[in-house]
Structure formats: C-alpha cells, structure tokens
C-alpha cells in the first residue's frame, strides 16, 4: 500500500509539472499508477476476507463493503486491461492516429 501511495504521489506530482518530470516523458504514469493501486487494494481486502473468514462475507460488517469497492476499484472507469494497452504502448513508442473531427452541420 505504501507503494501505491508513493506512485499515486508521483504520478500526481507529474501531472502538474510535466517538466519537471525525469524518466520516460511519454509513460503514462496516471495508467501506471491506476493499475497497481487497483490491483494492490483488491489483494488487501482479498487477504483481510480469508484473515476474518465468515465475517468477510457478513453484509454488516464493513470488510464486505471493502472487498465489493477493491471489486468495483479494479474495473472502474478504464479498465486494467485497457490500461496496460495504454502502457505498453507508451513503451513500444506507438503512437496512435486521431481519428479527424466530424464537422457537424
């Protein structure tokens, strides 16, 4: 978690002062950090469940809520598939085409 919270921080700090940015300036440390965070937060609420057994599936406890949103946090908005894509790509240096603007009438 401490991991995460450091690359969540860094990608944050990258974002407001891209030029002050070392490494690779086209990796999409946003991507980066979404993917890790969201597979770091599902593994915790996964382990805590199997630590507390049949109170990690009581819906009036909230380690419930906690695996449902690890759930919810690891398929939100953009996938980590479509993430990892986003990487990868950022690595290989492929740039994608835009796609050119309809005109609209």
Request: charged letters at 25%; proline letters at 5%.
């Amino acid at each position: 978690l401490e991991a995460a919270r450091g690359l969540v921080w860094r990608a944050a700090f990258a974002a407001e002062h891209p030029d002050e940015t070392a490494g690779t300036p086209d990796l999409p440390l946003q991507h980066v950090a979404k993917v890790f965070t969201s597979q770091v937060v599902h593994e915790a609420a996964e382990r805590a469940a199997e630590c507390f057994g049949a109170m990690g599936v009581m819906k009036d406890m909230p380690l419930h809520r906690y695996v449902h949103d690890g759930l919810i946090f690891l398929h939100s908005v953009t996938s980590n598939s479509v993430a990892k894509f986003r990487i990868a790509e950022a690595l290989a240096g492929y740039r994608r085409e835009v796609a050119p603007e309809r005109a609209t009438a």
